[in-house]
């Protein structure tokens, strides 16, 4: 059974750092592309970034403040946030990526409110 | 990066079917077949229920089908039950190795 769990989620300053970490199993994440998708307090899905073994994509409207990350050994990935904003405050989930760009597991999501 | 545009709500009674609308440009939807369809359970993640336009992952129930033409993507369920009610969202590829997602429709079953 594939399983995601997401952690590293918290209260942060604007203009603070966090660092979540996606904890995989049940499949062969060394070959697996990943993803990350957040979710504002009653809003829509936006993509964040996804990453594969040759490459890391980002919404360009992150780009330069997010980083993301993978580590085959410990079978995890990982999402570096710098300079926060409000506007960053979400539920950030990480994903499996499937045929089609599609995301075909979700992890619960963890919770990250930029807030002074 | 706009997101696609989805109604923001519909309804249908149990039985039923119902049609859920996604309209992109030909930057995404109108050039590729790389449209999925997610539902989601408030405080719930995500669930893939289409993919690549109009495949169903195993074990989605075909109640519900997807389809395409020009720049419009759809999400049809049919015999609506209880257990559908929920928020979908569609999300596509789009040029320059960019993911958008629309902005959800929340279905109710009345």
């Known amino acids: 059974e594939v399983q995601l769990v997401e952690s590293g989620g918290g209260l942060v300053k604007p203009g603070g750092s966090l660092r979540l970490s996606c904890a995989a199993s049940?499949?062969?994440?060394?070959?697996?592309?990943m993803s990350w998708v957040r979710q504002a307090p009653g809003k829509g899905l936006e993509w964040v970034s996804s990453?594969?073994?040759?490459?890391?994509i980002y919404a360009d409207s992150l780009k330069g403040r997010f980083s993301v990350s993978r580590d085959t050994a410990k079978s995890s990935l990982y999402l570096q946030m710098d300079s926060l904003r409000a506007e960053d405050t979400a539920v950030y989930y990480c994903a499996t990526d499937n045929s089609g760009w599609s995301r075909n597991n979700w992890g619960q999501g963890t919770l990250v409110i930029v807030s002074s | 990066q706009s997101a696609l545009t989805q109604p923001a709500s519909v309804s249908g009674s149990p039985g039923q079917s119902i049609t859920i609308s996604c309209t992109g440009t030909s930057s995404d939807v109108g050039n590729y077949n790389s449209v999925s369809w997610y539902q989601q359970y408030p405080g719930k993640a995500p669930k893939l229920l289409i993919y690549e336009v109009s495949n169903r992952p195993s074990g989605v129930s075909s109640r519900f089908s997807g389809s395409k033409s020009g720049n419009t993507a759809s999400l049809t369920i049919s015999g609506l039950q209880a257990e559908d009610e929920a928020n979908y969202y569609c999300s596509s590829y789009r040029n320059s190795d960019t993911l958008v997602f629309g902005g959800g429709t929340k279905l109710t079953v009345l």
């Open positions: 049940g499949f062969v994440f060394s070959t697996t592309s």
């Open positions: 990453i594969s073994n040759y490459r890391s």
